[in-house]
């Protein structure tokens, strides 16, 4: 009796804890003010369906696959947006219970999860709802883990949502996980053929998907997937038992091989870009306490110290942390495996606590409960460090490059503030409801669910991070001539009927008196010169200028002068044509409507510059000082800025 009293204790512990876990989730996320985030997923209740969303977004009218995962979303109640993230706290604690049989541990876990910064900020860091999806292939990688452990009822329901989730980039993250630890691990007597079949169907429905999708993003992992899937399932067709432990490790890493070089390939020839949400030294903060607790837990296993089998979840903890050093948006995935694992780790803590107060007739539920009050009290601590570190991002990616880089501590910037300010003035400039905008895509959806909120019907021209032809189209808009670029923008305005358009563009200089410098002050050393060299490194969109030359399929050295320099100080290298482009005469017209007396580029002239550009006119600017900088050229002040031009008659 007095047993079944203890394990009742112990289960509602587990269940409380488990409870605590979700409510601390919701708590967090409104208090650092996330709950209506990611920005895509709130403008997409403002608009009809995921068609209209994409012709918004991008003026190709092409659509990422995901968006589909989005928009589903979008259509319940703000409050219920953080379902993803419960379904995978409870998804950890009933995997934990698996492995562990103890409530308490699972419990333990689960709010360790919860509290992981990495879980919160899932929400904020990537704007385009990409990471917030991402939860949806965690939860089916968990769903797999649970079907290696033989319950083959998970791995049945673990494949069907992986092929629900094929338009996802990030899905066949699961299937090189999967296909990796059958290798490694081998097939158990409990798992038999079954996942065998299952692993060939998700290589086959991966191959067809992604010739249905094309490449781009997707198939950097479609076709790592599909490789390593398609050869996993034929080494484990002909091996019946007889692979020896190590020449499995060794097909297993030359599997591997084969499939990161397919990847490679894939990569170069089309171009595809890794997500990257934070500092690479911030990547710690976003896994938390959870990589913390890895290490021991790796080695009780090694040490044959652990009592219970976790080589199936090792595997996949591995082998997404891996990814997700390269592609940070894998994060999410490798996030709850990672915690799966350190139950090796809490359980044998949790048991040795219970031994070593049982000698003193402490009760373990006693001693548990003040173990979980000194966990409750530390790792909150983790959570609350995200506002001074660097994992709290802007949604200009530049800028926040230029604060890590120079060291710099911004004050009194309030992005959202800005980002309702812009609106508002495009909303009070535009003679109609309807408006074109010209932009990087990292204003794009901020602004779109902003304007959306005032009425506004809004068509961007933007950079998109799938649509190659969007890609193209800006562009060429900021790096043709002002006059050729007016005429373009025009001409679509045309064509949408449209009658207000709008030109974003963000820029860091350096300020000393009331002369501006554009780009951040430096000093460049050269051979043949004894002293360092006066020099100005481009951010924001003055930098972007290189990647937006290579999408219009320009000639990098007829507007900057090529030497071989950093690609900072290379982009304000204009020739006599770059100081034409679009670009470059929005940021010397803001500079000088802004009150400057002289405008310099002094890596081409030392003579102020004037801009030639006519038919634009600047309605709104903000700047933020980001810090100061000393050189043996003097001090100077370093600022960031954020103007909005219209086009006018």
């Known amino acids: 009796m007095m047993k079944t009293s203890l394990n009742n204790k112990v289960f509602i512990a587990g269940i409380i804890l488990l409870v605590a876990s979700i409510i601390i989730h919701y708590a967090s996320l409104y208090i650092f003010n996330f709950i209506d985030h990611p920005y895509t997923l709130k403008a997409m209740r403002n608009t009809g369906s995921v068609q209209e969303y994409c012709r918004t977004i991008d003026i190709s009218g092409a659509c990422m696959g995901y968006y589909i995962y989005l928009w589903l979303f979008s259509n319940i ?87 629900l989730l094929l338009l996802h980039p990030l899905t066949p993250v699961v ?44 198939g950097l992992y479609g076709v790592v997937g599909v490789v390593i899937g398609l050869i996993s399932s034929l080494i484990l067709l002909v091996d019946k038992g007889e692979i020896k432990p190590g020449y499995r490790v060794l097909i297993s890493l030359s599997v591997i091989v084969i499939g990161v070089l397919m990847g490679l390939i894939t990569s170069r020839l089309y171009e595809i870009e890794f997500t990257v949400l934070v ?40 082998v997404t942390l ?39 007739r402490k009760t373990p539920i006693s001693i548990l409960g003040v173990f979980i009050l000194v966990l409750l009290v530390l790792t909150p601590g983790l959570i609350y460090a995200i506002p001074v570190s660097n994992t709290k991002t802007s949604i200009d990616r530049e800028l926040q490059v230029l604060i890590v880089d120079k060291g710099f501590a911004v004050e009194n910037y309030d992005e959202k503030t800005v980002l309702n300010e812009i609106a508002s003035r495009i909303a009070n400039y535009s003679q109609s409801n309807r408006v074109l905008i010209v932009a990087h895509w990292d204003y794009t959806y901020s602004l779109l669910s902003m304007l959306s909120s005032r009425g506004v019907d809004t068509q961007f021209i933007t950079h998109t991070h799938g649509d190659h ?19 373009i923008m025009r001409e679509i305005a045309n064509q949408t009927n449209t009658r207000d358009v709008y030109i974003l563009v963000s820029f860091a200089y350096s300020k000393r008196g009331n002369d501006s410098f554009i780009g951040v002050a430096g000093t460049l050393n050269l051979p043949g010169y004894q ?43 204009w020739t006599s044509s770059g100081e034409e482009l679009l670009l470059n005469q929005l940021v010397v017209k803001a500079l000088i409507d802004t009150g400057y007396s002289r405008v310099y580029n002094r890596l081409i002239n030392i003579n102020p510059l004037n801009p030639s550009i006519e038919n634009v006119e600047l309605i709104y600017y903000y700047d933020v000082k980001t810090g100061s900088i000393r050189t043996i050229y003097g001090e100077y002040e370093i600022h960031y800025m954020v103007a909005v031009f219209k086009l006018v008659a």
């Open 531 to 573: 002293y360092p060299q006066e020099a100005y490194y481009a951010y924001g969109d003055t930098y972007r200028i290189l990647e937006y030359l290579h999408y219009a399929n320009k000639t990098l050295s007829n507007y900057v002068y090529n030497v071989g320099l950093d690609d900072r100080l290379t982009a304000l290298l």
């Open 279 to 318: 500092e690479n030294k911030s990547l710690v903060v976003l896994y938390g306490i959870a990589s913390i607790l890895s290490i021991p837990s790796v080695i009780l296993v090694y040490a044959g110290k652990s009592s219970i089998n976790i080589k199936h979840i090792l595997v996949p903890a591995v």
């Open 469 to 487: 032809s969007s890609r193209k189209l800006l562009s060429t808009i900021m790096t043709s001539h002002w006059n050729t670029s007016l005429k």
């Open 175 to 218: 299937l090189i996980a999967t296909s990796i630890t059958y290798l490694v691990v081998g097939e158990t007597s409990k798992l038999r053929k079954t996942p065998l079949l299952l692993l060939i169907a998700m290589s086959t429905a991966t191959l067809i998907a992604m010739i249905v999708n094309s490449v781009s993003y997707y």
């Open 322 to 360: 891996i990814i997700s050093m390269f592609d940070q948006a894998v994060y999410v995935v490798a996030l709850p495996v990672l915690v799966v694992l350190n139950s090796v780790f809490i359980l044998t803590l949790v048991s040795q606590l219970q031994l070593a107060f049982q000698q003193y």
């Open 77 to 163: 109640p703000v409050q219920l947006s953080p379902i993803l993230q419960v379904l995978v706290v409870i998804l950890v604690y009933l995997t934990v219970y698996k492995l562990t049989r103890n409530h308490i541990v699972s419990g333990i876990l689960a709010l360790i999860y919860s509290l992981t910064p990495g879980v919160i900020l899932a929400y904020s860091l990537d704007q385009t709802g990409l990471v917030y999806t991402a939860s949806l292939v965690a939860i089916t990688l968990l769903l797999l883990i649970r079907g290696f452990t033989g319950e083959q009822l998970f791995m049945v329901l673990g494949v069907l949502l992986y092929i």
